[in-house]
């Protein structure tokens, strides 16, 4: 019962061409749609609202409690 290492090494060898062929055209189909692909619209923010970073209360209790 003699193993042939000739065929192992072939298959091995094939089946990490092929890996790496396909990685590559995953890469290429992804960075291909991703030009294609149009970005989504941000919704605008409603009139009066603040946006941004705002002191609440919980924000200035926890200020308070870490200041020494």
């Avoid at 193993?3 to 062929?21: C, E, K, M, Y």
């Avoid at 991703?34 to 970005?39: F, K, N, R």
Wanted: proline content about 6%.
């Amino acid at each position: 019962m003699s193993r042939d290492i000739g065929n192992t090494t072939t298959s091995r060898r094939g089946f990490l061409r092929s890996l790496a062929v396909m990685g590559g055209t995953a890469a290429v189909v992804a960075s291909a749609s991703a030009d294609i692909a149009e970005p989504a619209a941000r919704a605008a923010p409603a009139e009066g609202k603040p946006t941004g970073y705002r002191v609440t209360p919980h924000v200035a209790k926890y200020y308070d409690k870490a200041r020494i």
